[in-house]
């Protein structure tokens, strides 16, 4: 039987801090994608449907809470924001 693994989408515009997220995730054995911005991060959800999304809240352009407003009507799996705020 095939292990399936979580799969998680990262949504930092902090390049450093979503390689490090990427790699810690990655030796956890989850299935990690990263992007670095809302436009990308609303594409991403609605084509992988992931299973949860580390969400940046300050991003440029789209921030985090305006992806959140976007892709929640048809995303129900979880999303932790992630926040200087």
Do not use: S
Not at 12 to 28: F, R, S
Not at 41 to 60: R, T
Request: hydrophobic letters at 50%; glycine letters at 4%.
């Amino acid at each position: 039987m095939e292990d399936i693994k979580p799969n998680i989408l990262i949504v930092e515009d902090d390049v450093e801090l979503a390689q490090w997220m990427l790699e810690y995730l990655l030796n956890k054995a989850f299935d990690v994608a990263v992007v670095h911005n809302g436009e990308d991060a609303i594409v991403h959800i609605q084509d992988h449907n992931p299973d949860i999304v580390i969400l940046d809240g300050m991003l440029p352009g789209i921030d985090g809470i305006d992806v959140c407003k976007v892709v929640r009507p048809k995303f129900t799996n979880t999303i932790i924001m992630i926040t200087a705020r």
